[in-house]
Structures are given as structure tokens and as C-alpha cells.
């Protein structure tokens, strides 16, 4: 991106009228960190060869950058800030966020043993959400298929979790956070409602009918080749908690402020550390491969927390990163921020890109290297 054009693009964000002269916005540019800088142009250096996608960073509770390029469908459609993306995985986040809500007004507790017929001993929303029910079943296969979320849990029926905690990442067992939520008289759908309206962000959805059957704007998943994809329609409608969530970068980036600390009045700082607390080891980022990890990968620790991944660098142990990815054919999305930096990203695509993630922590890559 041009400078002038970047200088402007700030001096828009930050607050200032487009009346405003050159040199406010050079200034206001100057503001901005070199490592978010040095991040947005990594990012941005190829946009133009990508179907559509969207981009934005937040610093200190002020969206600093803000970008949405290419098309929903084909050459259909640009792409705004109000597009609705499928976050597949990056869903357990907001979930989580979701559930928090309904934590702080007394509807649920992370905390209460909740039983299920189909598992042999009860779980709490803490294992739920920390993939620590003991239960080393992903589910995805029996998803695939097309089975319901019912069929497959008698399919769990026959098996015994472990006794050790550790964390096992599964689609299906993160979708008992919507079971928890339907036996306590709050309904999936209603919980993610709920945040939305908190947020006063209509941007935020969970869709019950197919995304090509419901009138709105949605991208459509794109291949490497840039043909139009179908969604997979399995995983929103069995596992909704953990791959169900459709978002515009708007709604996003409210999200994004709100895990940041800057929506007190929705979930306080301290009601959010909860969720970023590093609660059990998971090791799944450091098995990714193409990382060039700041330092090499024996400086780097993953944990799990409530629906988000916290990675940690052991020479700058303030400085955690906390963030989810996202993954469907067709489709990538990731959000992630430095609580101590109080700074993030969203970063939205549907175009298959494989190395959307890499790209979108260089924020905390860059931060390190500066540190």
C-alpha cells in the first residue's frame, strides 16, 4: 500500500475528519508501533492475488488499520466490513466469550459437574472448554458423515476418559459447551444473540439454515484456484459450538476490543483472564509446520485456556499471545492479541491460503523481535 494512502487510512480511524491536512495524518501514522507496521505491510504485500478477505488491527482500544479487499463469490459481491466470514474453529472463542456472558448474569457456572447419558462421568464447563474432558476423541470423521451430534455421543458411549489431565483437542467434546447451555434453558442461538446484543454488533450470527439458503451477505469459500466452493454443511449444524459462528470483520473487531479488556461493561478484564489463563499444556501449534519461531521452537510453551490458545516465548515471558485460528475448505480465519501490549488482529479469508496463521502472528513475532 502506498504511503499516502496508508497515512490517510489511519487518519480515518483514529478519529480525525477527512477535512484534516496531510501532516495530522503523517502524525497520526507515526503513532503506530513499528511492529504493527512492519505487520501490516507483510500481510498486505500479496492481498491482490487472493479471492477476498478482511483485515484489521487494534491497539489500545482504537482500530489503527482496516482493510477489506476482493469479492464474496467469484467476481460477485465486494467484500465490506459487514461481509459475513464462516470462523470454523475460531468459533471456540467466541463461544467462550458467550459463555462468560452467561457465567457473570448466574444462567450457568464454569465450575458445575453436568452429566450426560452418553459419557461415563460428569464434566464442567472448565473441561469443556480447556479440551480436558479426558476424552481422546476428535469426532471429525462421524461429522463428515453427516451423523448428529446424538449419534455420535452413543458412539462415545463404550469409551472411558482418561484419568490424567491433559488436553485433547476435539470438535465434538468443545460442542458439549452447547449442550451445557441447552440443559440450563439457554439455547446456543440465544447465547450467541446475547453477546451480540451486548456488543450492539448485529454482525455476529450462529445460522441454523444452510449460508447459501439464507439471504445475506456471506463470502463464499474459494479454492486455491479461485473456484466457488459449497460450505460444508456438517459441522455448523452438529457441532455449532465449536465451527458454527459466522462474523463480519465488524463484529470482529468488537470482539476483539471486548477480549482486550475495552468492553468492561459486557465482561470485566478480570472475567476475561479467566479465559487466557494458561490452564493445561497443547503442544498442537508447535507441531504446524513453516513456522520460523522467534528464537527457535524450544524457546516457545502452548497452552490451552477456555477456548483460546496462549503461546508464550521463555525469553519474554510478559508478553504472551493469545489467539485461534480457523480452518474449513475454502475458508481461514484467525484472531489473536497481546494483553500486554493491548494490541490484536483479525484477519479473514475465503480463499484457501495455508499460511494465513503465519502471516497473522507475525504481530506477536514482531513484537517479540522488538522487545
Known amino acids: 500500500m502506498k504511503r499516502q494512502q496508508f497515512a490517510f487510512l489511519v487518519l480515518f480511524l483514529c478519529g480525525f475528519p477527512p477535512q484534516a491536512d496531510e501532516a495530522r495524518a503523517f502524525e497520526c501514522e507515526r503513532k503506530i508501533s513499528s511492529p504493527i507496521r512492519k505487520t501490516i505491510d507483510f500481510i498486505t504485500e500479496n492481498l491482490n492475488s487472493l479471492q477476498g478477505g478482511a483485515l484489521a488491527i487494534v491497539h489500545d482500544g482504537h482500530t489503527v488499520y482496516q482493510t477489506t479487499f476482493g469479492h464474496a463469490c467469484g467476481k460477485d459481491r465486494p467484500i465490506t466490513p459487514r461481509t459475513l466470514f464462516p470462523l470454523a474453529s475460531a468459533s471456540k472463542p467466541v ?24 459419557l461415563k462421568k460428569p464434566v464442567s464447563l472448565e473441561m469443556i472448554l480447556s479440551h480436558t474432558t479426558g476424552y481422546l476423541f476428535r469426532g471429525n470423521h462421524l461429522i463428515e458423515k453427516g451423523l448428529s451430534f446424538q449419534e455420535i455421543g452413543e458412539k462415545v458411549r463404550t469409551l472411558s476418559p482418561q484419568t490424567s489431565p491433559s488436553s485433547f483437542y476435539s470438535n465434538f467434546t468443545y460442542n458439549l459447551v452447547a449442550e451445557v447451555l441447552g440443559q440450563k434453558g439457554v439455547p446456543f442461538s440465544k447465547a450467541i444473540s446475547d453477546l451480540s446484543d451486548a456488543l450492539d454488533s448485529p454482525g455476529l450470527r450462529f445460522l441454523t439454515a444452510p449460508p447459501e439458503k439464507r439471504d445475506l451477505p456471506i463470502a463464499c469459500p474459494h479454492s486455491k484456484s479461485g473456484k466457488c ?9 452438529t457441532v455449532p459450538a465449536s465451527a458454527g459462528i459466522f462474523a463480519s470483520l465488524e463484529a470482529m473487531i468488537q470482539l476483539l476490543k471486548l477480549s482486550l479488556g475495552e468492553r468492561e461493561d459486557v465482561l470485566s478484564r478480570e472475567e476475561l483472564a479467566r479465559l487466557y489463563n494458561q490452564y493445561i499444556i497443547n503442544e498442537d501449534p508447535l507441531r504446524w509446520g513453516g513456522i520460523k519461531w522467534p528464537g527457535g521452537k524450544d524457546k516457545i510453551s502452548a497452552h490451552y485456556g477456555f477456548g483460546w490458545r496462549i503461546l508464550s516465548h521463555k525469553d ?20 489473536g492479541f497481546i494483553p500486554s501490549k493491548k494490541v ?11 499460511a494465513q496463521h503465519l502471516e497473522a502472528m507475525q504481530l506477536w513475532f514482531q513484537y517479540l523481535r522488538s522487545a
Open 229 to 237: 466452493l459449497k460450505f460444508p454443511p456438517y459441522y455448523p449444524r
Open 95 to 118: 463461544s467462550a466469550l458467550a459463555v462468560a456472558l452467561q457465567v457473570k448474569r448466574g444462567q450457568i457456572s464454569f465450575s458445575e459437574q453436568i452429566k450426560f447419558s452418553y
Open 316 to 335: 519474554h515471558p510478559q508478553m504472551p499471545f493469545v489467539f485461534h485460528s480457523g480452518w474449513i475448505e475454502g475458508v481461514r480465519t484467525f484472531i
Open 344 to 354: 490484536g488482529i483479525v484477519y479473514l479469508l475465503n480463499h484457501d491460503k495455508r
